[in-house]
Nanobody, 125 residues
Framework: VQLQASGGGLVQAGGSLRLSCAAS????????LGWFRQAPGKEREFVGA???????EYADSVKGRVTVSRDNAKNAAYLQMNNLKVEDTAAYYC????????????????????WGRGTQVTVSS
């Protein structure tokens, strides 16, 4: 499985961005998918994830500002981020697991087997 995250950029605080994650292969509907981020000097952290059944969970730090969605027909997932804050500045990564249970949302890095390259999000004050 190959993943490609895109959509990052420079945005002012309070602005919005929509990140995309494109996946190769024909089994996208069978994948659980997660978004993680890593700021300079910090460990990678969970942002949000979506199950095969499109249930989602979010980190407390982004809850209410972020929405994860998926379009199985396009082999793609999205991370809509609104009301961005300076502390959201990080490289954002999408990841999938092909061992996903239908309704389970995977929030741990260790649950994911395939990772894409990050896309940089920079939020200015």
């Amino acid at each position: 499985v190959q993943l490609q995250a895109s959509g990052g950029g420079l945005v002012q605080a309070g602005g919005s961005l929509r990140l995309s994650c494109a996946a190769s292969g024909r089994s996208f509907s069978r994948y659980g998918l997660g978004w993680f981020r890593q700021a300079p000097g910090k460990e990678r952290e969970f942002v949000g994830a979506i199950s095969r059944a499109s249930a989602a969970e979010y980190a407390d730090s982004v809850k209410g500002r972020v929405t994860v969605s998926r379009d199985n027909a396009k082999n793609a997932a999205y991370l809509q981020m609104n009301n961005l804050k300076v502390e959201d500045t990080a490289a954002y990564y999408c990841a999938v697991t092909d061992r996903a249970i239908l309704s389970h949302v995977y929030v741990r890095e260790a649950d994911y087997y395939y990772w894409g390259r990050g896309t940089q999000v920079t939020v200015s004050s």
